[in-house]
């Protein structure tokens, strides 16, 4: 009978300690910057719950071989974004927070100063007014764009192909009494609901490395800016470390093609001439991960136990019935992409941040 009792006791103790644990980090824990997203209120964005697993299997199908990357057709790309985008914007506002980007780690700043910078060093490139009309070609959930707004003034008209993220940033807008500074469009940065020459400004966080040709995207921007006007893109792109010989490398930067909804990588050769192809002037252009910066990919590594912890409450969620089905083969597959992404800041032939500044001109 004691025997008994004593174990009935410990296993009470047991389902506090991990039941409390577990309501702690899927209802209250949210990511470090502003609250968005508890783990409870993870969903799959514009996609119904019972349709998560599907937008999952056909986010894979999209590539012509399941272990290469090539999509069938530049015209799929824009669809294959916004699935990707439905399934994992709630995943990256739970764990890392409304800026959907990385930024170089700066010591004795938090992750959130540190983001704010790096958005914060786009305007003062821009050198942007308030009241000028500056465009934001991808803009997520708008953390840069609330960022950007609120340092500057500028009236910021932000366009991202997910209706979902749509939502999101206007909500978070409101919620930060920037929305009648912050605009969102639903809509594809190749062919912008824009007229000609009108925008003071543009840049694009993190975002263009989503086209399939990047002069696409490139020529749109120049379009829609006013003559004389500056554009500044933060680019992925592979450096000159990168080895097509290498099979390691090549495998490193199909991981990150795969798991992050890219065509293919492009070089950081290709960026200015392309720039140059539609018109601009290439004002500066400098791989902003380079020393003295310190990396951009810390977070990354830091965040393994995180992801492991992550990965049970999705994993608990699921199978409760809270979470949507195919959250956790989504959460898994981010869980791979942050290692593969990791090794591509290590061996130094990716970066996230290829700056370059343009002027359309007068
Ligand atoms: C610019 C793009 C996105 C860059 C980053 C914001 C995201 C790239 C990989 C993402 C993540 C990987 C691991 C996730 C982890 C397993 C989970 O528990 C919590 C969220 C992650 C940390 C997630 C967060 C966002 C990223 C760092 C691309 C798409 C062009
Ligand atoms: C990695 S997120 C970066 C978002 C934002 N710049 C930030 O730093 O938080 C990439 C963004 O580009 C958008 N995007 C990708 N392809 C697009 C397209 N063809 N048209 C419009 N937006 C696109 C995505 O919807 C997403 O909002």
């Known amino acids: ?5 004593e174990l009935l006791t410990l296993f009470c103790t047991a389902l506090v300690v991990f039941g409390g644990g577990f309501f702690y980090f899927a209802c209250l824990f949210g990511s470090a910057e502003q609250k968005g997203k508890n783990a409870v209120q993870l969903s799959g964005g514009s996609l119904a719950k019972e349709k998560v697993q599907e937008g999952y299997e056909q986010y894979w199908s999209f590539f012509r071989h399941p272990n290469g990357n090539e999509i069938d057709t530049s015209d799929k790309v ?14 990256y506002e739970w764990g890392w927070g409304q800026s959907f980007h990385f930024s170089p780690r700066i010591s004795g700043k938090s992750h959130r100063d540190a983001t704010r910078m790096h958005e914060e060093m786009a305007v003062n490139l821009l050198d942007l007014k308030p009241g000028a009309r500056i465009l934001d070609a991808g803009c997520g959930v708008g953390g840069p764009m609330r960022a950007i ?11 991202t192909i997910n ?3 749509v939502k999101r940033a206007r909500a978070h807008n409101k919620k930060a009494g920037l929305d009648s500074l912050c605009e969102v469009v639903c809509g594809n940065f190749l062919q912008m609901p824009f007229a000609d020459d009108s925008f003071d400004g543009a840049y694009s966080i993190e975002a263009t490395c989503h086209a399939p040709k990047l002069e696409e995207v490139y020529r749109e921007i120049y379009r829609v800016l006013k003559p004389g006007s500056l554009y500044v893109s933060y680019e992925w792109v592979t450096t000159e470390l990168y080895d097509s010989d290498d099979p390691e490398h ?41 020393p003295p910066a310190e990396p951009w990919w810390t977070r990354l590594k830091m965040g393994r136990i995180a992801y492991w912890r992550n990965h049970v409450v999705v994993t608990v969620l699921a ?9 956790t083969d989504v959460h898994d597959m981010l869980f791979v992409t942050a290692d593969y992404l990791a090794k591509g800041g290590d061996t130094g032939i990716f970066t996230p941040m290829h700056m370059i500044l343009c002027r359309k001109p007068e």
Do not use: C
């Open 1 to 5: 009978m004691e025997f008994f009792n």
């Open 78 to 91: 824009p669809a294959f974004v916004d699935t990707f985008y439905n399934l994992v914007t709630d995943i």
């Open 149 to 159: 707004a609120a340092h500057s003034g500028a009236n910021i008209v932000g366009i």
């Open 163 to 165: 209706e979902y993220q």
């Open 250 to 290: 090549v495998e490193i930067i199909r991981g990150i093609e795969r798991g992050d909804a890219l065509p293919r990588l492009r070089s950081y050769k290709d960026i200015a001439e392309i720039a140059t192809k539609v018109g601009f002037e290439v004002v500066k252009e400098k791989d902003l991960a380079k």
């Open 319 to 327: 199978w409760l019935g809270i979470a949507p089905k195919g959250v």
